[in-house]
């Protein structure tokens, strides 16, 4: 899967317009990243590439890019 | 999966019972947290209103009401009922078990078994598996399993991720032996591992010097030691994945499949889990019934109140085959499936009264 899918999921995800995120967004100036997102990604992550997310994990994610590095 | 099946044993009566003060979240949130977070709350969790017990009224008033109008509306011997359990997390004293507090109320016989067991979310399906257990190797004819929870007294008043949660109730569910009833199945796990997920760390003899100071927790809310602490992102991971896998191994190993069953009766955590439990286990929402939205999570009621909401008004009556999953605090979870006749289950009972016989007497 490719970065532009991979953060078209999370547009998806996190009901934004399509493009409106890039990797070096921080998810602490992200208003949409609420408790619902966190635990629609655990979902996202489950279904779509078969990972457990934990809360832990969700805690150390800073960026954008942090949790694309995860999907990989 | 430890795996049991009971022969010769029905359900034959549900009664539920919820506080009769109702709280509407908005009206008491928005001032406090602004109206869009109790907004965003409601559409995630499902909890539009729920039934909040009075200071006086505890978990076994509820349970006592739903057992007094069940065994008045069976008309049930009270000699009878050679067992009754009480599932609580919520009890009326530290010692002794509530459950010697209710047969004592119930006016029960001396020839009876009564105890407590301490579990929440779960707390159903392992009454149903235990008070079954006893019946089927003994002579007792008839038991009463009761439930309930007042989980909003043991939560910190500001903790946005709890105290709009949680809904008071308790039921009440009779069982009795009878020749030739279809079997019931149970099937239940544990995992210790995640004894901290849920948890209310003082009040009882681990942390006995615990302060009552609210303090600030890793996860922005105000609490003492004395009050619940859920951690919901583990909790979440373990609904979604551990639930979804039991209904189907069960499902497996009773060879049966989604149109066999009627209903599935979740029990009511939280509507964004109960949605990806659905999609796990490829139930329809028209046999998911939800209950949550008016009456919160209640705990260790929200099986029977779930169906005493779908089939208490009676304008589905028949033999249904209902399969029911409860999962959450231990971590705890298990399936039963057990085909119930729902003339069996009566409307959901409103009530303010308590027990006034058990104040301490220092005599």
Known sequence: MTNREKLALLENMLELEEGELNEEIKLSELENWNSMAKLSLIVLMDDEFGKKLSGEQIRRFETIKDILNFME | ????????IKISGITCAVPTTKEILLEKYAPLFGKETV???SNMTGVVSRHIALKEQTASDLAYAAAKKLVEYKNIERSSIGILIFV????????PSTACVLHH????SKDCVAFDINLGCSGYVYGLQTILSLMH???IKKGLLLVGDTSNKGIAPEDKSSCMLFGDAGAATLLEKSP??????????????GYKAIIIPAGAYRNIDASKKMTLWGDGNFRSDYDLYMNGTDVFNFSISEAPKLINEFMIEENTSVDDYDMLILHQANEFILKQLMKRTKFPKEKTPISMDRYGNTSVTSIPLTLADKYGNHFDDGMKNILMCGFGVGLSWGVV???INTGDILPIIETNDYFTGGNVAHD
Do not use: C
């Not at chain 2, 999966?1 to 022969?7: A, G, L, P, Q, R």
């Not at chain 2, 109320?105 to 029960?108: M, P």
């Not at chain 2, 030739?180 to 591992?193: E, L, V």
């Open chain 2, 137 to 139: 190797s003994s002579n």
């Open chain 2, 337 to 339: 499936s057990a085909k």
């Open chain 2, 39 to 41: 907004q965003k709350f």
């Open chain 2, 88 to 95: 609580t997390q919520t009890p009326d004293y530290r010692i």
């Open chain 2, 1 to 8: 999966m430890i795996k049991s099946t009971f022969e010769n």
């Open chain 2, 180 to 193: 030739g009833s279809p079997n019931i199945h149970t099937a239940m796990r544990t995992d210790g591992n």
């Open chain 2, 105 to 108: 109320r119930l006016g029960l």
